[in-house]
């Protein structure tokens, strides 16, 4: 499925998507969805120099611990909110009780950081104080009291394996998937397929619902 208008949260083929041109990430339909957007969108918007996170081969990143490298800034803020409220929606389904909010999302960036290496070299406490706003942001598509689903997850950035790299994440920062499984075997086998060595398995066995 295609990725959604920043603004309006419209997808293909109704409208055609280009991305901002100063941070080449954040998809608008319009020049005027752009503008509507762009009182939140600049406490985000990366530099124009640089550069995009390599799109191939995430689980490998995953593995080596160094997803969320070489992002855009604003990227970055967005995936760590993401990964945060689709692991509130899988505790939630596994039977947990998980208030989403900007405490607890202050509780996940607070063990983020005590995690050698997963976060960008860029990463201070004012670069902190950015996303958590943006996590409070009502009309941003990050709000945090707006839950997400698998489903919105796949919608927003157009990758069915999207979630999965979200909770594989997530359970890097906190120490267990949803439910209290493990998923390093199935981090293991996905490198495997990225390096070539399982390229005949159908991804379909290795989906996360």
């Not at 960036?109 to 950015?130: A, H, N």
């Not at 997850?153 to 999207?162: A, E, L, M, V």
Request: aromatic share 8%.
């Amino acid at each position: 499925m295609a990725p959604s208008c920043q603004n309006c949260s419209k997808t293909a083929p109704e409208i055609t998507l280009k991305k901002c041109a100063k941070c080449q990430s954040t998809p608008y339909c319009s020049r005027d969805c752009q503008k509507a957007d762009w009182k939140n969108h600049r406490k985000v918007c990366g530099k124009a120099q640089e550069t995009q996170a390599p799109k191939s081969k995430p689980f490998t990143r995953l593995g080596n611990k160094v997803w969320l490298h070489d992002r855009p800034e604003s990227e970055t803020y967005e995936l760590l909110i993401d990964a945060y409220r689709l692991r509130v929606w899988d505790d939630n389904n596994a039977g947990k009780s998980v208030n989403q909010s900007s405490e607890g999302f202050q509780r996940f960036l607070d063990t983020v950081q005590t995690r050698p290496g997963l976060l960008p070299p860029w990463w201070t406490q004012e670069k902190r104080d950015v996303c958590e706003a943006l996590g409070r942001d009502s009309s941003h598509w990050c709000n945090l009291s707006s839950p997400v689903t698998k489903s919105s997850i796949i919608q927003r950035y157009g990758d069915d394996k999207f979630p999965m790299q979200l909770r594989m994440f997530a359970e890097q920062v906190l120490g267990s998937g949803p439910g209290g499984q493990s998923g390093k075997a199935m981090l293991a086998m996905m490198v495997r397929m990225e390096g070539g060595e399982l390229a005949y398995w159908s991804t379909t066995h290795v989906s996360v619902a």
